[in-house]
Nanobody, 121 residues
Framework: QVELVESGGGLVQPGGSLRLSCAASGTIGSIVFMGWYRQAPGKQRELVATITTGGSTNYAYSVKGRFTISRDNAKNTVYLQMTSLKPEDTAVYSC???????????????WGQGTQVTVSS
C-alpha cells in the first residue's frame, strides 16, 4: 500500500508564498511521475505542475513563473513552491504519484488527500 501525505497549505495574503510538500511512503517501487493538481469550488480539477524522474517539468500557463515544482528522490517527496499568490490560486491542492512496483508491471496511480490553499486579504 502507498500513502501520500501532504502538508504546507493554509491562508496567505495576495502576493504571499507557500510551500507544499507531498511525501510518499509504503510499497512504492519505482516512481515515474509526480505532480500537483488543484480544484477550486465549482470547477474541474486542473493540472498545476508535473515533474518526471529525470527532472523535466511542466506547468500550467496560469502558474508559470510563479510556481516551482521539485522533488527529492531519496525522500520520495515532491514540493510545490508557490510565490506571488493570487486569489484565483485558491483551491484544494492534491499531489499525484505514479509508480511501478515491478519493471514488467504498468505504473499505478496514487493521490494525496488534498490540502487547502486560500489566498485572501
Amino acid at each position: 500500500q502507498v500513502e501520500l501525505v501532504e502538508s504546507g497549505g493554509g491562508l496567505v495574503q495576495p502576493g504571499g508564498s507557500l510551500r507544499l510538500s507531498c511525501a510518499a511512503s509504503g510499497t512504492i517501487g519505482s516512481i515515474v511521475f509526480m505532480g500537483w493538481y488543484r480544484q477550486a469550488p465549482g470547477k474541474q480539477r486542473e493540472l498545476v505542475a508535473t515533474i518526471t524522474t529525470g527532472g523535466s517539468t511542466n506547468y500550467a500557463y496560469s502558474v508559470k513563473g510563479r510556481f516551482t515544482i521539485s522533488r527529492d528522490n531519496a525522500k520520495n517527496t515532491v514540493y510545490l513552491q508557490m510565490t506571488s499568490l493570487k486569489p484565483e490560486d485558491t483551491a484544494v491542492y492534491s499531489c499525484k504519484v505514479m509508480s511501478r512496483r515491478l519493471p514488467a508491471l504498468p505504473p499505478e496511480e496514487y493521490w494525496g488527500q488534498g490540502t487547502q490553499v486560500t489566498v485572501s486579504s
